[in-house]
């Protein structure tokens, strides 16, 4: 039988994409409208947008442990989080988790390199670009990295706080993605990350100036071969 997903939520768009990603595409791994278990627990976002605001990690790590008590307590084998910005909590919430989890910027450093890719732009919340979260892992690699310039940097936040999360999708929200992204293109970057779970319900293969490396979908697939095929 396949592992038992769980998904330890923040965002509304980001964890429905995720989620969506897993029960469609399950059926390449195990047939016709298959999919593995999964369970979601997902506490107000509101809770986690006023720890983000006052930089108050642990607790953003301790609304991550008490999803994650409430999955294992639904029988999930592994935990993921569609949300590249809580990464930067999970080292303060693994240590006592009571269940191993995939790491989102792992994956998609893992599929970077496997493309061939050397030098990403990340592109997310202002929490996230600031972050470690993508450069260490990218690093590991021997992955370069570019931000976005700091009013670039807060635009894309803007965005994705007032509208992208809320499900509002606007062409200049489009528009000015491209912009940033064919910025970093022509300081060299030959691939963008959508570190933020909700970018890419705007931004795909279809209108992206650089080749997108789609988190949401990717830990969703990551998810898929772990709970199908095992660690």
């Known amino acids: 039988m396949p592992r038992h997903i769980g998904i330890v939520a923040c965002s509304a768009e980001g964890a429905a994409l995720c989620y969506r990603t897993i029960c469609v595409e399950g059926a ?10 999964v369970t979601m627990h997902t506490p107000s976002l509101a809770l986690y947008v006023a720890c983000l605001e006052r930089g108050d ?13 409430k999955l294992a307590g639904a ?12 990464h930067q909590a999970l080292p303060l919430a693994a240590p006592r988790s009571p269940l191993p989890w995939l790491h989102i910027a792992e994956v998609v450093a893992e599929e970077a390199a496997r493309r061939g890719f050397r030098r990403l732009g990340i592109l997310g919340t202002r929490w996230l670009v600031d972050s470690e979260v993508y450069p260490e892992k990218l690093g590991r690699r ?9 009013a670039d940097r807060d635009e894309v936040s803007r965005i994705i706080m007032d509208e992208l999360v809320c499900g509002i999708f606007r062409p200049e929200a489009v528009a000015f993605h491209q912009r940033v992204i064919g910025r ?3 300081t060299g970057c030959d691939a963008v990350v959508l570190g933020c779970t909700e970018i890419p319900l705007i931004i795909g293969d279809h209108n992206s100036p650089l080749p997108p490396l789609d988190s949401t979908r ?5 998810a898929l071969r772990r709970a199908v095929q095992g660690p």
């Not at 991550?64 to 008590?69: N, T, W």
């Not at 990717?218 to 990551?222: H, Q, T």
Request: aromatic share 6%; hydrophobic share 50%; with cysteine.
């Open 28 to 37: 390449g791994l195990l047939g016709p409208h298959a999919h593995p278990e």
């Open 57 to 69: 990690w642990q607790g953003v790590a301790e609304l991550m442990l008490a999803s994650a008590r």
């Open 75 to 86: 029988g999930a084998d592994f935990l993921i989080c569609p949300d590249n910005t809580l």
């Open 142 to 150: 021997g992955l370069e990295w570019v931000r976005p310039g700091a």
């Open 184 to 186: 970093m293109k022509e």
């Open 218 to 222: 990717l830990l969703a697939r990551a």
